[in-house]
Nanobody, 118 residues
């Protein structure tokens, strides 16, 4: 199994920055791919960014390209999401996910709230 614990959420004004962290433990092969999703009330869950094998493949949603950066430490134990130029529409619960490959996530964290005020 894989355990995921997110941290770093909070409240910030538009234009500000936050850095989310996801501490992962468990079988390494089950977290070859790691991603950040978000879900706002009334909205569908959206994949924000993903990273595979430490950066061999990186994905960003169009809505965050140029503003968010996903990265991973060398031990693949922590995944980060640096969020800059935050907008009110970025307000959501952010979840970390892990899986053996991209778009196949079967381990999820509890989420961390991000609130951006105008």
């Amino acid at each position: 199994q894989v355990q995921l614990v997110e941290s770093g959420g909070g409240s910030v004004q538009a234009g500000g920055s936050l850095r989310l962290s996801c501490a992962a433990s468990g079988y390494t092969y089950k977290r070859n791919a790691m991603a950040w999703f978000r879900q706002a009330p009334g909205n569908e869950r959206e994949e924000v960014a993903a990273i595979y094998h430490g950066g061999v493949t990186i994905y960003y949603a169009d809505s965050v390209k140029g503003r968010f950066t996903i990265s991973q430490d060398n031990a693949k134990s922590t995944v980060y999401l640096q969020m800059n130029s935050l907008k009110p529409e970025d307000t959501a619960m952010y979840y970390c996910a892990a899986g053996e490959r991209l778009e196949s996530y079967n381990n999820w964290g509890q989420g961390t709230q991000v609130t951006v005020s105008s």
